[in-house]
């Protein structure tokens, strides 16, 4: 993308209203990342707006390359982070990042298909969501949430394709276990034992 | 038994990089021998593939509002500074107030030796550490830190104090030579020049500082 790439030159030379184009380009990716990691649209919407910040800092260091993945991994960044100081102060209990993070949040054009996941089941996979490590969630989340390909998931959390792959699979894995535990609203296909 | 279930394992670690197509031929090839014969990992395959296409229809959300920059965020350096603004400008006043304190007992306790020479290199030591030392050391930093409003206050605050006590206590000293008094005067001009100069280079050395800092990375 040529128009990205003056984008982002003109953002290394202070033009703040260039990387707000850039900010409107990847703002609901960024987002979805972090509400997925946090399950918490408020604590969500903090990462991503840290992280659109601290892409301005730095972007002075940014040198060519995936600026999506740059972004986001800064995104990815700011969640751990995020986690981190939550569960250090104690400020945010567990409790709260269980329940009320629980249903995903209402999207503007939804079908009632959507609408039906996002309720109960939605309020599942969240849950079992959290219940990943962080490392294996965050490869899940990118991969088949986001729809990322295993090369630019690499590049976001800075690991391996050999690791990406394997916190995928155990991930998965782990997902389909947590959602076995509420039968009653999944697709025939996981009723299987 | 041990062995059977190992190699089901062994398969089952695949399954998550055979949906994606991720398999080198060679493995992928064995993995469908496997799977010919496998129920268990069939129904294994097939669960893991319900997963995935549940979460791939997950739905993205809007953005609750725009995440755009109104305004250029503060330098790095910013939230450093404003943390330690407060017990900075404390060691301003003090650093202020013990300039003025040894200034003015130098200047009362040497008598009449006190001529042209000595205020100048006072002012040479009162000027040397803000503007050459600032960008060194951290300590060095600091003290260039406070703003000079705050750095006047301990200067406007004590100097009429010190003013009472000089007089009276050179009243008690029998010294009425013009030589003295004009010393004297000018040892006062000179750590007022000092006082004056060490708060006029506080804010440029810090502005000038804080410019550095600014372009660095988090
Ligand atoms: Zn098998």
Redesign the pocket.
């Known amino acids: 993308m040529d128009d990205e790439h003056q984008l982002i030159d003109r953002s290394q030379h202070g033009d703040l209203a260039a990387f707000n184009k850039l900010v409107d380009r990847y703002q609901t990716q960024a987002y979805n990342l972090a509400l997925r990691m946090l399950g918490d649209e408020a604590l969500a919407a903090d990462a991503a707006q840290e992280s659109f910040i601290s892409a301005y800092r730095a972007i002075k260091g940014f040198r060519g390359g995936n600026f999506r993945s740059w972004i986001l991994r800064i995104t990815a960044n700011s969640t751990r982070d995020l986690l981190r100081a939550a569960k250090s102060r104690r400020a945010l209990s567990l409790e709260a990042l269980e329940t009320d993070s629980g249903a995903l949040p209402h999207s503007s054009e939804e079908s009632p298909e959507e609408q039906v996941l996002r309720s109960e089941l939605g309020s599942e996979i969240q849950r079992c969501l959290e219940a990943l490590h962080h490392d294996q969630r965050l490869a899940l989340v990118l991969i088949d949430i986001q729809g990322f390909s295993y090369e630019e998931a690499a590049r976001i959390t800075g690991a391996s394709l050999g690791t990406v792959k394997s916190r995928l699979s155990r991930a998965r894995h782990q997902m389909r276990d947590g959602l076995r535990a509420v039968p009653e609203l999944l697709p025939d296909k996981f009723r299987l034992e | 038994m041990w062995l059977f279930k190992n190699?089901?394992g062994h398969?089952?670690q695949r399954l998550s990089a055979y949906l994606d197509a991720q398999l080198e031929p060679l493995e992928r090839r064995k993995l469908e021998q496997?799977?010919a014969?496998?129920?268990?990992?069939?129904e294994?395959l097939e669960s893991l593939r319900a997963t995935v296409a549940l979460l791939q229809r997950v739905p993205q959300v809007a953005v609750p509002r725009s995440f755009r920059l109104i305004e250029e965020p503060m330098p790095v350096g910013a939230p450093w500074t404003v943390r330690y603004m407060v017990p900075l400008r404390y060691a301003a006043a003090a650093a202020g107030l013990l300039f003025l304190v040894v200034a003015v007992g130098d200047l009362m306790t040497s008598d009449g030796g006190l001529t042209g020479p000595v205020p100048p290199s006072q002012e040479q030591d009162a000027v040397s550490p803000s503007p050459a030392a600032a960008p060194v050391t951290e300590a060095a930093s600091q003290e260039i830190e406070a703003p000079s409003a705050l750095s006047a206050v301990p200067e406007e605050e004590v100097l009429p104090e010190a003013a009472r006590v000089a007089p009276s206590k050179a009243a008690t000293e029998p010294e009425g030579d013009e030589r003295t008094l004009l010393s004297r005067t000018l040892g006062w001009l000179a750590a007022a020049l000092g006082v004056l100069f060490v708060a006029l280079a506080v804010p440029v050395s810090l502005q000038w500082w804080l410019k550095r800092r600014a372009p660095l990375e988090p």
Do not use: A, D, P
């Open positions: 190699r089901h398969w089952q496997h799977l014969s496998c129920t268990s990992c069939q294994e």
